[in-house]
């Protein structure tokens, strides 16, 4: 599929509301950029909201690359991608008839990407191409809309520009700490295994998300830690909005029971590397339990820093790194799970730990992974880069069958409360509102 079948109305003459903006219905353009992040779960729960909402992406596959997968897959060629692909064109659930593509933009730039990802610099210049790319490409669906909800770096190329000709108010979409904070902390990080860090303080592709959210009415984080990190980084407080975005209903309740076996059982869930506090974990382990006698220790997600760890951590043979898991897959091991433990050293608010909350299993995490949990009632907040730290969590953990017990629940009721996409809907609607009362609009809720 090269675009939606159903393309936006012709673009008005100015920049004055029309008819349905009055009556009350804000509508909306949000662009996932190359790829879909939360993107396209926000757009949902907006549309859920009341707000008249259209999607832009990259590339979604159309019926004849799913049959041809399927075709592969019977063969056991690549049967891996099928899954990937039904999952790309389901959009998460937005309907498929709102989302318009940039399939070129996208397809062009992973290419890129690709062919220069050993050459760090010039891979962040080839990035910073591919994502002018597609907000250049993307323009041209951008029009009929109040608001223009950018993921930061993918309103670049012209399409925020493009947005405030056509009267549109503008809101980044942001989801981890401000690039500047992130270069500060990691920089040292990366160093101690003799390679260079991801975020530099003038790399040209954080440099490009940060012209976004400069450029934009409002930008809208997903933690009041990333808040913070923008605040600390000399962002203006009064442009940033938070939302703490959802958890889907079949991630709730998966853990009933909180006694253990003879072994803690430990679960990591994301991409298992030196930004996710990996080689804290490890050290913490090979602290309290080198023969893992007393823990063990499952690792669900990509691990692309693999021998970049080997260099200073050790690992037991027990471990099991069990690579990328489809969700099913990975809600039974959550539900199986003693503790979710994630010592990241720098999120936005993690969507791993936040599914586990949800399921009930007890967290150990730390401040910089935006949870808005209480240390010692909702979750266990562990001082990131402290092994002893990590290693006094693990231990009360796996002695106390009570606490395991009181931070399940309370973490799932506290996910109950504020991960709900339907609440977040609600929330990104009122931001959205009140960035249009800013520039001069007026709008009326719904009455619906």
């Known amino acids: 599929m090269t675009r939606s079948s159903q393309a936006f109305a012709s673009p008005p003459t100015n920049g004055t509301m029309d008819s349905r903006q009055r009556r009350g219905v804000v509508r909306s353009i949000v662009s996932t950029g190359p790829g879909r992040l939360h993107l396209f779960m926000t757009a949902a729960a907006l549309l859920h909201s009341g707000e008249d909402v259209r999607a832009v992406t990259g590339w979604v596959p159309g019926p004849l690359a799913l049959a041809a997968a399927k075709t592969a897959a019977t063969f056991g060629v690549a049967s891996g991608i099928l899954p990937r692909l039904r999952s790309r064109r389901s959009c998460d659930g937005f309907p498929l008839e709102r989302v318009s593509c940039c399939p070129i933009a996208e397809t062009t730039g992973a290419l890129a990407q690709r062919a220069f990802?050993?050459?760090?610099?010039?891979?962040s210049q080839v990035r910073r191409w591919a994502w002018r790319q597609f907000g250049w490409t993307s323009r041209r669906h951008i029009h009929d809309a109040?608001?223009?909800?950018?993921?930061?770096?993918?309103?670049?190329?012209g399409a925020i520009a493009t947005a405030?000709?056509?009267g549109m108010a503008i809101v980044a979409d942001h989801s981890i700490a401000h690039p500047a904070w992130m270069a500060e902390v990691m920089t040292d990080e990366y160093s101690r295994y003799g390679c260079g860090c991801p975020f530099r303080i003038h790399d040209p592709f954080w440099q490009l998300v940060e012209q976004d959210?400069?450029?934009?009415?409002?930008v809208l984080v997903n933690s009041d830690f990333v808040a913070r990190t923008f605040i600390d980084s000399g962002f203006p407080a009064e442009r940033l909005r938070v939302a703490y975005l959802g958890v889907s209903p079949e991630w709730f309740g998966l853990k009933r029971d909180y006694a253990a076996g003879e072994r803690l059982r430990l679960v990591f869930v994301g991409e298992f590397g030196i930004r996710k506090g990996a080689g804290y974990l490890l050290d913490a382990l090979e602290r309290i339990d080198p023969r893992r006698r007393r823990f063990s220790l499952d690792v669900i997600g990509?691990?692309?820093?693999?021998?970049?760890?080997?260099?200073?951590?050790?690992?037991?043979?027990?471990?099991?790194?069990?690579g990328q898991l489809d969700a099913r897959a990975v809600r039974s091991h959550l539900g199986a799970a003693d503790v979710f433990v994630f010592p990241s050293l720098a999120e936005g608010c993690a969507k791993a730990a936040m599914e586990a909350m949800a399921a009930g299993v007890p967290v150990v995490a730390t401040n910089e992974t935006g949870l808005p949990a209480v240390s010692g009632e909702?979750?266990?907040l562990v001082s990131s880069r402290c092994v002893d730290s990590l290693c006094d969590a693990l231990t009360a953990l796996s002695l106390d069958e009570s606490l395991r017990c009181k931070l399940g629940t309370c973490g799932a009721r506290l996910a109950a409360e504020k991960f709900v996409w339907s609440d977040y809907g609600e929330r990104v609607r009122e931001v959205h509102?009140?960035?249009?009362?800013a520039n001069?609009?007026?709008v009326a809720w719904p009455t619906a």
């Open 378 to 380: 909702q979750a266990l």
């Open 146 to 157: 109040d608001v223009f909800h950018v993921r930061s770096g993918a309103g670049a190329g």
């Open 302 to 322: 990509p691990m692309p820093e693999m021998r970049l760890l080997a260099r200073r951590h050790s690992m037991s043979p027990a471990d099991r790194f069990l």
């Open 433 to 437: 509102s009140r960035v249009i009362a």
């Open 164 to 166: 405030r000709t056509r």
């Open 117 to 123: 990802a050993a050459h760090s610099r010039a891979s």
């Open 213 to 218: 959210c400069r450029e934009a009415d409002a």
């Open 440 to 442: 001069g609009g007026v």
